[in-house]
């Protein structure tokens, strides 16, 4: 399969059903609208050339155990929104305080950092008021992927991971440290991805069981690639600086245990992912690929 | 009735779900843990005196109509996280730059911007976490609560409120745009607040209709107490500095219709408020008497 033409493909209907989830109203006062400004930042964010890997993976395992139809999309998009929030207060002066982000100026940058932060809190409400939506469909599994999709984002998740990179901020840490840094301020959104497809698509248990290791070693991958990207990686094709992992200390796998360990390590984890997907049939061809394309990519 | 003894009782019975929702594991890394440093924030912030006035409503309006037991108390912590997450973002350097909040340091003043912002974020989504979990009783009217909440919180309704609320700031504002503002950045959770209760007791619709009218005007009559003890109100009682609106020259109805006027229909509004439960019986009282409290408040 051309994994290529098959993300563009997916990415244009997660960017079509994104346009049209995020109401255009922008009344100032009155009726239904928000603000102007608020339309503007969080539009900024949301469509600035992300890869959408994680509403991707979504769609990829709700069509690989059977699933048909849009009804993945609200839920698609509540993903990439929850993603899209946590790098606009990723990148504010009190956290990683970046400039540019997919060769864009940050958020806060362009709107400041009010409006950035409440962006932020906009998208992620959003996601839940999307995600919460359907009124129809077996009502337990959207209660259900909505609850882990929570969890994996929170404090417990992503915004734990997030808490635990910013205090290990040039401190001498452990390994443990950095595999918990990775698995929740990453992997834990990732996993929850591949899961949200697999539920809604009423994958069997032991599909859920297989796609979750596919899941978590996947997401370790991701961010890996990550930093080993951010010491070597071209900053034209990022589109942001390369190096800040360094300059700023973090805890990352390159200065735990060097570049060629980490990518030997990420590699592993991309076959061993792929592997667990071969007792299925070519309906997993996907994610096979995409375990791939996490590994192999520049950006 | 005895409104401070019924207010105390129920701010009991809210404190304590709240201390047993929000998770006390606190280790750094591996398993199921989140940072030290995040609990402590969110605690520092959700356990500081807060009057509970949104879980409170909810809990009073799921009984007025019939509700009963404990099934009210998820999202009765959940509204009160949401708003909880909603202070700690506003008094942020960037946004309203305060430091103090019901007589304490605020939570970045005690933690820094960042864990500030972090505990904001993972306050947030702990609610949503928190409100998908029931997996019993009626899921269509759960879904249907979460997702106005979501609505109530989000770009529509106190995000968008508080992003034109900064934009006015020094500005010239028309009566509109102030009531705007105070119906979106403080109307929107209460009414959210008054209709879970409604929804989750399964009140008909005409009590629904009722109640969203009730709690309309007396969300409205919450702000514009708030802005008129921001004039005159004692720091001591309130906990945090008076005179910051005039000062930051915010749109407030004192400063565009005067303290008396403006005294005038905040108590219209709750007198209006009662009369709309009127055709009720004795089980609204409570109601009747919260109303009557907002406008009586010190702090």
Not at 23 to 43: D, H, M, V, W, Y
Not at 70 to 78: E, M, N, S, T, V
Not at 153 to 164: E, Y
Request: glycine share 10%; proline share 4%; aromatic share 6%.
């Amino acid at each position: 399969m051309d994994i290529k033409k098959y993300l563009q493909e997916k990415k244009e209907i997660v960017d079509k059903a994104l346009e049209n989830y995020l109401p255009n109203r922008t009344e100032k006062s009155g009726e239904a609208g928000f603000p102007t400004s608020l339309r503007k930042a969080i539009q900024h964010s949301l469509f600035s050339g992300g890869k959408r890997i994680r509403p991707i993976l979504s769609v990829a395992a709700f069509e690989a155990v059977g699933g048909k139809g849009d009804k993945i999309l609200p839920f698609a998009c509540g993903l990439e929104m929850i993603h899209t929030y946590s790098l606009i207060h990723d990148d504010l002066p009190a956290i990683d305080n970046d400039d540019y982000r997919r060769g864009k100026p940050t958020c806060h940058k362009v709107f400041g950092e009010a409006i950035g932060i409440l962006a932020g809190d906009g998208l992620l409400t959003k996601a839940f008021e999307l995600m919460t939506k359907p009124s129809s469909g077996d009502l337990a599994v959207i209660l259900d992927i909505v609850n882990e999709i929570a969890r994996a984002s929170g404090i417990s998740g992503m915004v734990g991971g997030q808490v635990a990179d910013i205090e290990s901020e040039g401190k001498e840490v452990d390994f443990p440290t950095v595999e918990y840094i990775h698995t929740h301020k990453t992997g834990a959104l990732i996993l929850a991805s591949v899961r949200t497809g697999v539920k809604l698509g009423r994958g069997d248990d032991e599909t859920l069981k297989a796609f979750t290791r596919y899941g978590e070693r996947i997401g370790l991958a991701f961010q890996i690639v990550d930093d080993i990207l951010n010491v070597e990686g071209k900053a034209e094709l990022l589109g942001k600086s390369t190096g800040s992992d360094l300059f700023k200390r973090k805890a990352t796998y390159p200065s735990l245990l060097g570049l060629e360990e980490s990518r030997r390590r990420a590699t592993e984890l991309m076959e061993s992912a792929i592997d667990l997907l071969n007792p299925f049939g070519p309906e997993v061809e996907p994610l096979k690929e995409i375990a791939r394309f996490i590994i192999l990519r520049e950006s």
